[in-house]
């Protein structure tokens, strides 16, 4: 499913109270909540067109075959309905899906005719359609599907909002290996409400879905060591950890491996390497990393003298993304009018498209 992500469910709230934001004249931990990702960006879909009839068949016909793999193992027969949708050929995509489906009642392309409807692409968007594909999937023991369903049940999307037939589907998911859903159900865990709050079984998916290359898991994962919950406290995994989401260019797992590799913080102490994730995180807009990075700028000198202008341009770029630093301000209000002026023209470019432009009356 292309939401990869169980939207805010859990991480900003519950993680928020295992990592508190520090402040000081140093980058410290910040704490950040996980930032939700986009959902990957697909190629253009085609001009909707009326799709050919599908049987949908009989939901208690056959017995549910085994879960199909995301992609196919080699020695299988090619997908060409796949193979067409990652291209974006959503009606081919839909054409072959819907062979696939009356003459083997194939599960995985009924899970592809629901990520057609689901997001509108090559057919008019009908979620309610989608949920029908996606049930029918699931029902035969399609992971994806499964995974996707849930998160409709849990959105409301296609049919009433049902939370715990959305937990007992990342539940059957996860079983079978769907990295996603093992992530989501621990952030249910992670929460506590749908569930008794669990941090050790929260650990455990996490645990799950990270081995499997999951970047939010990870992070969370991560979070727990650093704080020891649900887990013993390790401060070397928690840093290993972060260093697999931010390799992956999740952006709060990059602003928090930076500032381990700038305090040495379970691994050897980089600043270098620290600065430039700092800088790379600054750039994809993280105001954390552009409030430590004005501070390195402002009073860390780091191989050469500190630079007044680019601490008052990252500082006023961080200030206009919602993090304040007073100890800055005064530091910015210390430095000459020809420094000010020229941070200012600096960061204006990034400030006027943060700031809200404000309707006349």
């Known amino acids: 499913m292309s939401a990869r992500r169980l939207a805010a469910v859990a991480i900003s709230a519950a993680l928020a109270a295992a990592s508190a934001q520090a402040q000081g004249p140093q980058p410290i931990a910040p704490g950040a909540p996980a930032a939700t990702p986009a959902p990957p960006t697909h190629p253009t879909a085609p001009k909707p067109v009326k799709p050919t009839a599908v049987r949908p068949p009989d939901a208690a016909a056959a017995p549910a075959p085994a879960a199909q793999p995301a992609a196919p193992s080699p020695g299988r027969e090619p997908d060409l309905a796949y193979a067409a949708y990652q291209r974006g050929y959503y009606l081919t995509a839909f054409q072959e899906a819907t062979k696939r489906i009356n003459d083997k009642g194939d599960a995985r392309s009924m899970t592809l005719l629901a990520e057609l409807y689901a997001n509108g692409f090559g057919v008019p968007k009908n979620d309610v359609e989608a949920a029908k594909w996606y049930k029918l999937a699931a029902d035969r023991g399609d992971?994806?599907?499964?995974?996707?369903?849930?998160?409709?049940?849990?959105?409301?999307?296609?049919?009433?909002?049902?939370?715990?037939?959305?937990?007992?589907?990342?539940?059957?998911?996860?079983?079978?290996?769907?990295?996603a859903a093992a992530y989501d159900l621990g952030l249910l865990y992670l929460e506590g409400r749908l569930f008794p709050q669990d941090f050790k079984r929260a650990a455990e998916l996490f645990q799950s879905a990270a081995q499997a290359g999951n970047p939010e898991a990870q992070y969370a994962l991560a979070t727990m060591y650093k704080d020891g919950r649900g887990v013993p406290k390790d401060v070397k995994e928690a840093t290993r950890l972060m260093g697999q989401a931010a390799k992956a260019d999740f952006l709060d797992a990059e602003v928090e491996y930076a500032i381990?590799?700038?305090?040495?913080?379970?691994?050897?102490?980089?600043?270098?390497?620290?600065?430039?994730?700092?800088?790379?995180?600054?750039?994809?807009?993280?105001?954390?990393?552009?409030?430590?990075?004005?501070?390195?700028?402002?009073?860390?000198?780091?191989?050469?003298?500190?630079?007044?202008?680019q601490a008052i341009k990252w500082h006023l770029i961080s200030k206009a993304g919602g993090n304040s630093d007073l100890e800055l301000d005064a530091f910015v209000q210390r430095q000459s009018a020809e420094a000010r002026a020229a941070g200012e023209k600096a960061a204006k470019p990034w400030v006027d498209l943060i700031t809200p432009v404000k309707e006349s009356p």
């Open 143 to 179: 992971r994806e599907a499964m995974f996707a369903l849930a998160m409709f049940r849990l959105g409301g999307r296609g049919g009433p909002q049902d939370s715990a037939e959305a937990a007992r589907l990342f539940a059957a998911a996860a079983k079978l290996g769907q990295p």
């Open 260 to 309: 381990a590799l700038f305090n040495g913080t379970g691994i050897q102490k980089d600043e270098a390497a620290a600065i430039a994730m700092f800088r790379k995180a600054s750039m994809q807009g993280s105001p954390i990393a552009q409030n430590r990075l004005a501070r390195i700028f402002a009073f860390v000198r780091t191989g050469s003298a500190a630079d007044p202008v």
